[in-house]
C-alpha cells in the first residue's frame, strides 16, 4: 500500500481528461459478496461506500453534500477469486443491484458506468445487464454497462498495469462519447 499511488489509476486519469474533480474509494480485496482469501467476512464494497477510511469503520463518515455527476464502479474479481471452477457466488447479481441503488440514492443526478474486469465467468454479464436494464427502465440519468478492455494485471498482487488503467480510462472515455450531452454527442 505505501508505494501505491492511486492518482494515476483510471478513475483519477478520467477525472483530468475531463477537467473535474474526484473522489476515490477503493480498497483491494473488496468484492461485493466475497472478498479475496476470505478477508474481512461479513464486509462488502457496499458497507464500505460511505466510510471515509474503509479500514476504519468508526472514522468519520463522508460529507453528504458531494453531488457528482458520473459515477464509475469498477467490478473486480474479488467475487470470483475463489472456487473451482471460478463462478459466480450466490447473490452476486443482488449485491451489484443493491449497490447500484445505494449510488442512484446517493446520486441521483449521476451518470453511473459499471464497468466488469474482463475475466470471463459465466453469468456475470448477465447478471450485470439485468441490474442496468431494470435502473434503465425506471429513469433518470443513464446507467451503463462498459467493455472493459483486456488487461493484463501485471502489477503487483495480480491488479491492473499502468497500461491497464491507460486502456481503462480510454474504454470510460469512450463510452461517454456515445451518451447524450453534457457526456457526448447528443444521440438522435
Known sequence: FAATDTSLGFGPALARDLGADYRLVARSGMGLVRNYGGVDAGQSLSSLYPLALPSDPLAQALPLDWSPRLVVLQLGS???????????????????????????????????????????????????????????????????????????????????????????????????ARLPDPWGTATP
Open 78 to 176: 474479488n467475487d470470483l477469486s475463489e472456487g473451482d471452477p471460478r463462478e459466480l457466488p450466490p447473490g452476486y447479481g443482488e449485491a451489484a443491484d443493491g449497490l447500484l441503488r445505494q449510488l442512484r440514492g446517493l446520486y441521483p443526478g449521476a451518470t453511473l458506468l459499471a464497468m466488469p474486469t474482463t475475466e470471463p465467468v459465466a453469468g456475470r454479464r448477465a447478471a450485470l445487464e439485468a441490474v442496468v436494464a431494470a435502473l434503465t427502465a425506471e429513469g433518470g440519468p443513464p446507467v451503463v454497462l462498459v467493455d472493459a478492455p483486456e488487461t493484463a494485471l501485471t502489477a503487483c498482487h495480480w491488479h491492473p498495469s499502468l497500461a491497464d488503467h491507460a486502456a481503462m480510462t480510454q474504454a470510460l472515455e469512450q463510452t461517454l
